[in-house]
């Protein structure tokens, strides 16, 4: 998805906060999702945002959404060696049915 | 439930052969995606049905590749002939209602064409 951009990477030492950052062109989505990828699994969700939201928290996962800048970030608290993987982020516009996914964030965790 | 279900989990075949690749979407669901993963392209969207009709099939790369839902519970995704630009890992996903950007993923088919 050109229209979605992420970094590629991020390394995280253990016990400490993650965040993982993506912008979006489409004024117009409605709803902004991160997904959860482990090796050699499908993609997995984590959680969603609205587009008149500005804030979700879910346990150890906060999302921040700034509609002005079309900038989506997804923080992972206390990361843990299980949160390594690669995190989509993804976009639903308002006159579609499908999703528009970035390339991706690898995230490193070490000890 | 068992979640969406794919076969095979890994091909090897060999350029000009056909590849049938299968899914099994969750019970209820009515929307069913085919994704293509690549180190190159990231994950593409191929094909997407709604009611097992075909919505939108702009993703489909060539007239080698097409996609059937016969019914609610089972999906085809068949490439012929294949080639070795074709080797991707291949993902089916589902979802239902207004909550289309849910999606539950398969396992995944990993593809290789020699």
């Known amino acids: 998805g050109e229209d979605v951009e992420q970094s590629l990477f991020l390394s995280v030492r253990e016990g400490d906060s993650s965040v993982i950052n993506c912008t979006y062109t489409?004024?117009?989505?409605?709803?902004l999702y991160w997904y959860k990828q482990e090796p050699g699994a499908g993609l997995q969700l984590l959680t969603y945002?609205?587009?008149?939201?500005d804030m979700k928290q879910d346990q150890r996962l906060t999302v921040l959404l700034n509609k002005k800048d079309k900038h989506l970030s997804l923080r992972i608290a206390d990361t843990q060696t299980g949160d390594s993987a690669i995190y989509f982020c993804?976009?639903?516009?308002?006159?579609?049915?499908?999703?528009?996914f970035g390339a991706g964030t690898t995230v490193t965790v070490r000890a | 439930d068992a979640g969406v279900i794919q076969s095979p989990r890994h091909e090897v075949t060999e350029m000009g052969q056909e590849v049938t690749l299968r899914c099994k979407p969750i019970?209820?669901?009515?929307?069913l995606f085919w994704y293509r993963q690549t180190m190159m392209r990231g994950l593409e969207l191929l094909i997407y049905?709604?009611?097992?009709?075909?919505?939108?099939d702009s993703g489909m790369p060539e007239d080698r590749f097409s996609a059937k839902m016969p019914n609610a519970s089972f999906s085809t995704l068949k490439i012929q002939p294949s080639e070795p630009r074709d080797s991707a890992v291949y993902f089916c996903?589902?979802?239902?209602?207004?909550?289309?950007?849910?999606?539950?993923f398969g396992e995944g088919s990993r593809l290789t064409v020699l």
């Open positions: 996903a589902s979802s239902w209602g207004e909550h289309t950007g849910e999606l539950f």
């Open positions: 489409d004024s117009s989505s409605t709803y």
């Open positions: 945002i609205f587009s008149n939201m």
């Open positions: 993804a976009e639903r516009r308002a006159d579609d049915y499908k999703l528009s």
């Open positions: 019970s209820g669901h009515d929307y």
């Open positions: 049905f709604n009611n097992n009709v075909p919505i939108d």
